[in-house]
Structures are given as structure tokens and as C-alpha cells.
């Protein structure tokens, strides 16, 4: 149950695109389409921003998109707002009833 | 509006144990995966275990695993975490959460433990 792994930390000028990264292993992030992205706000519990790699669930901005390639996931936040300075964390399942999550990464809105 | 709400928190001392329990509302409980996620202080989240909707499959982290036990009652749609034989490292917020599609798709707020002489 090796953690992923994800930059420590990000950052983008309003109105830029940022992409955060998240590598895995061939049985986590490469073996499952069941990568998801969350964002937590200080004091605050996580909020799902992406799952399936690539669905937004209802209320999520589509400024923010998911993608995979192999065993690397990313997550671009395009259009960069002051609101979306957060911490980031990526999360896989990872086969027989076991979840991973990376390591956290903090984006910085310059 | 879906709701999950954890207590049970508080400090323990090392070796000492603890149940928690997370109080669901507002969506289909009895057919909803569960889990319970944990945040040390200052640092990120980990995932800890995971209970199928009629406990027939339960899961943990290496860490925790033989020391902490997960159940559920659906009749009271709630969920639990038994904790024992605790140490200083599992001193963290200890976040319920409902899974959709291998996902942690609603939090509650957390509950604090600590672990502590």
C-alpha cells in the first residue's frame, strides 16, 4: 500500500491553467479507471472534485478536469480563481478492497 | 441533504481504545459502501478501512490492520470504527465517508483522536 505520488506543490496566476500530477504503479492507477481528485480547504473536510478520472460530480466547475495516461493521473485546474488555492489529493483503488491516496499538493494562486 | 456526522473522539492514552461511530442521513445507507479516512496533524490523508453495504466484506490499511475494526448497523444507519491497542501515530481527525464508484464521495467533519499519555 505504497502512497502515490503527487508534487508537493503547485502554483498559477489567475486565469492560468495548472496541472498536478499523479503517479502510480500497474496496480493501482494503471489497472483501474477509478482515479479521483480532491480538495481541501483549510480546517475544512476534502471535497470530491473529480472521480472516474474524468466525471465531475454535480456542482464541481468544469475549470477542473481529469485524465489519465498509463499509470500517471492529472488533474488541470484551468482558469485559475483565488477560491481554487487549496490542497489537491489524488486517490486510487488499488484492488482487493484497498484504496492508495498521493501525498497532497498544495496549489498556490500567485 | 446527505449527512454523515462522527463522535466518539477524544484522548486516550497509548494501548487504550476508542469507538467511533458516523451517523448517515439523506441518501440509501443500507446500500452504500462506507469508509473511514484520517488526517495526522499538519500532514495528508490516508485511507483506513472500508465495509460493503451488508458487512460481508470489510478491508484496512496495513497500519491499522488486527488493531481496528469497522461495522455497521443499517437499521441505525451508522457505521463504527473500533479502535485498539492505539498509539501515538494514530493520533489524527478520522473523517466517515460514503463511497460511489470506488470514490469518497461525501465526507462528514471529523472527529479528533489523540493519542496521548
Known amino acids: 500500500q505504497s502512497a502515490l505520488t503527487q508534487p508537493p506543490s503547485a502554483s498559477g496566476s489567475p486565469g492560468q491553467s495548472v496541472t498536478i500530477s499523479c503517479t502510480g504503479t500497474s496496480s493501482d492507477v494503471a489497472a483501474y479507471n477509478y482515479v479521483s481528485w480532491y480538495q481541501q480547504h483549510p480546517g475544512k473536510a476534502p471535497k470530491v472534485m473529480i472521480y472516474d478520472v474524468s466525471r465531475r460530480p454535480s456542482g464541481v466547475p468544469d475549470r477542473f478536469s481529469g485524465s489519465k495516461s498509463g499509470n500517471t493521473a492529472s488533474l488541470t485546474v484551468s482558469g485559475l480563481q483565488a477560491e481554487d488555492e487549496a490542497d489537491y489529493y489524488c486517490t486510487s483503488y488499488a484492488g482487493s478492497n484497498n484504496w492508495v491516496f498521493g501525498g497532497g499538493t498544495k496549489l498556490t494562486v500567485l | 441533504e446527505v449527512h454523515l456526522v462522527e463522535s466518539g473522539g477524544g484522548l486516550v492514552q497509548p494501548g487504550g481504545s476508542l469507538r467511533l461511530s458516523c451517523a448517515a442521513s439523506g441518501f440509501d445507507f443500507s446500500n452504500s459502501w462506507m469508509h473511514w479516512v484520517r488526517q495526522a496533524p499538519g500532514k495528508g490523508l490516508v485511507w483506513v478501512s472500508y465495509?460493503?453495504?451488508?458487512?460481508?466484506?470489510?478491508s484496512y490499511a496495513d497500519s491499522v490492520r488486527g488493531r481496528f475494526s469497522i461495522s455497521r448497523d443499517n437499521a441505525k444507519n451508522t457505521v463504527y470504527l473500533q479502535m485498539s491497542s492505539l498509539r501515538a501515530e494514530d493520533t489524527a481527525v478520522y473523517y466517515c465517508?460514503?463511497?460511489?464508484?470506488?470514490?469518497?464521495?461525501?465526507w462528514g467533519q471529523g472527529t479528533t483522536v489523540t493519542v496521548s499519555s
Open positions: 465517508v460514503r463511497d460511489i464508484s470506488y470514490s469518497f464521495n461525501v
Open positions: 465495509v460493503n453495504s451488508d458487512e460481508s466484506a470489510t
